[in-house]
């Protein structure tokens, strides 16, 4: 892969459209704009940034292409920071494809690798390492929760806190380094109590940051609901009415349901997944239904949040095996209401259930907005910006132990104390890509989306 390369892809979906847009990065960007322009080259050069109407040609041919609007981004102040161009055209099969192969019979252009486009505006420092995450998943955002956050981490919030961090630990760098350097001298005595002081603050904060429950992950893979149950008690009904599709066979014999069935949901802008399971029960049922048993159970521990659904028929005795599942992490719901009252108090293990008919669609509602609260609360990271990535946690994770050694060892030396700062520095500057990132580029950029 040429870095110096001018790059070009569609960087619009793939699929008929009416517009689509092909953008080209480079040295040659602006050889590359004269070409397909041609005769009718409006020197968009002198207007940078606006829509320019113009045929388009086949630069070795002549032949026309296709008329579309041509945009002259002349870097540093382009996505990449280098010369960029863009040409809006139809967004046909063909025309496509021919001006994709008009491109690559030019010199010096190649088709862009996957997110090369934004790997070269991190190069460029036009962004940092979580912006561009910020971006792909952007991209990839499916609702309203899961845009805002990436949103909130492509402007930066996330990297600004992680390089005001930075900035604080390199300070107190600084003084422990000004203790090694000049120990016989009369620096302010207090100088390294005050640096110890700022990086326990320092260290708390961190702390607080990385007990944050996974948020920002959950809130990017999404949440998974296990809806868990005795046999018959409805859970399939459950799936089918709170999905709004006929998906799980639904039927009066009991253990119908073997395999664990899947259902993605965006629920009040939240993405979750809800997992149908087999009943449970301890006896009877043959080796298949053992076997959905034992993944039922498995995908009840994996699960984020749990619905105990129970057969309101057997109401007020639930199902023990079920009723041993119910914790803090669980809503319990005793269906088919529709059947006659429910005795009260409508509680499990402590914690109060929810009257509900997954056949009539009775107090649906309020399960649904109680699961929708439940959610908010394990994904809203609030007014600070949640870590997305195991890649975040990792490195907070080594700069707050390199913290808790320097800490934890008050009569350490100067040289050592000085080196674990410095450690948690580098920890903090692989997060934004300020240093130490090298290695991981690849692994970033390769599952970006855009520019392929
Ligand atoms: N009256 C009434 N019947 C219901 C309700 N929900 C489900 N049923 C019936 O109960 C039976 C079992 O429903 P399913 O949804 O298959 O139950 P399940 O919990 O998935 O059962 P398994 O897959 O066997 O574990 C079916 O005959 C449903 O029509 C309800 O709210 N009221
Ligand atoms: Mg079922």
């Not at 050069?45 to 829509?51: N, S, V």
Request: proline share 4%; charged share 25%.
């Amino acid at each position: 892969m040429d870095p110096s390369a001018t790059i070009f892809a569609l960087a619009s979906g793939g699929g008929r459209a009416g517009v689509a847009v092909v953008r080209v990065s480079g040295t040659q960007a602006g050889a590359v704009l004269a070409g397909l322009m041609g005769a009718e080259r409006k020197a968009p050069e002198t207007l940078p940034r606006q829509a320019v109407f113009s045929r388009l040609i086949d630069p070795t041919s002549g032949e026309g292409l296709d008329n579309g609007l041509v945009i002259w981004f002349p870097g540093p102040a382009s996505f990449t920071g280098e010369d960029v161009a863009e040409f809006h055209v139809h967004g046909g099969a063909a025309v496509i494809s021919g001006i994709l192969n008009a491109l690559s019979r030019m010199d010096g252009l190649r088709t862009a690798e996957p997110g090369e486009f934004t790997r070269r505006a991190f190069e460029n420092g036009k962004m940092d390492l979580t912006a561009a995450e910020g971006l792909a998943d952007l991209v990839e955002a499916e609702t309203e929760a899961q845009r805002k956050q990436a949103l909130r981490q492509l402007e930066g919030e996330l990297g600004r806190v992680y390089e005001s961090w930075r900035e604080r630990l390199l300070s107190a760098l600084a003084h422990s380094e000004a203790v090694i350097d000049f120990s016989d001298e009369d620096l302010p005595e207090d100088i390294a109590a005050t640096a110890r002081e700022e990086i326990a603050g320092l260290e708390h904060e961190i702390a607080d940051h990385l007990a944050d429950k996974r948020r920002g992950e959950r809130l990017r893979d999404g949440l998974m609901i296990a809806i868990i149950g005795p046999p018959n008690a409805g859970k399939s009904s459950l799936l089918n009415l709170l999905s709004q599709r006929d998906v799980a066979i639904v039927s009066e014999t009991a253990g119908t349901t073997r395999d664990v069935i899947e259902v993605h949901l965006d629920l009040g802008g939240y993405p979750v997944t809800l997992a149908d399971t087999a009943g449970l029960r301890d006896d009877g049922g043959d080796a298949v239904e053992m076997e959905g048993i034992r993944r039922a159970r498995r995908k009840a521990e994996d699960a984020d949040l749990r619905l105990a659904v129970f057969d309101g028929q057997h109401w007020p005795v639930p199902d023990p095996s079920t009723a041993a599942l119910v914790d803090a992490d669980t809503l319990a719901v005793i269906n088919k209401c529709d059947l006659g009252d429910l005795q009260a108090p409508l509680e499990i293990n402590g914690q109060a259930a929810l009257a509900v008919s997954a056949l009539t669609g009775d107090g649906i509602y309020d399960l649904l907005s109680a699961v929708a609260k439940r959610v908010a609360g394990m994904m809203d990271a609030g007014g600070s910006p949640a870590l997305t990535r195991a890649r975040h946690r990792e490195a907070l994770q080594d700069c707050r132990e390199a913290l808790g050694r320097y800490l934890k060892g008050p009569e350490m030396s100067p040289e050592l104390a000085a080196e674990d700062l410095r450690l948690a520095a580098r920890a903090l500057g692989r997060i934004t890509g300020r240093v130490d990132v090298d290695d991981i580029l690849d692994v970033i950029f390769r599952d970006f989306c855009i520019g392929k």
